[in-house]
């Protein structure tokens, strides 16, 4: 099975930059889409980005447009999410995601076969 392993979180004060990224790794030639979510204790799992494998299409939530960016390099199986003007309220484990689909359906996590065990980002004010 595809096997996803995130790292990059951290701590930084807000407005800074982080950058996440994810290695897949398996039967890999199933994965279509690759996506990022984040959640913090007590609430469900949030949409964040997510990006297909062979177009590059991308598509964010509106509540980090502009701010981050998803890309892949395909060729070392890893997705990276660049994360500027960072603000408290993006705190929040990240996690990986990934799909053998691309539509509409993509910004909720039943859309996705494997995931990640997360990266902790904290944003201090």
């Known amino acids: 099975q595809v096997q996803l392993v995130e790292s990059g979180g951290g701590l930084v004060q807000a407005g800074g930059s982080l950058r996440l990224s994810c290695v897949f790794s398996g039967p890999t030639a199933s994965i279509y889409t690759m996506g990022w979510f984040r959640q913090v204790p007590g609430k469900e799992r949030e949409f964040v980005a997510a990006i297909s494998l062979n177009a590059h299409d991308t598509y964010y939530s509106d509540s980090v447009k502009g701010r981050f960016t998803v890309s892949t390099y395909n060729v070392k199986n890893t997705v990276n999410l660049e994360m500027h003007s960072l603000k408290p309220d993006d705190t929040a484990v990240y996690y990986c995601?990934?799909?053998?689909?691309w539509g509409p359906g993509l910004s909720g996590t039943a859309w996705y076969d494997y995931w990640g065990q997360g990266t902790q980002v904290t944003v201090s004010s």
């Open positions: 995601a990934s799909s053998s689909r």
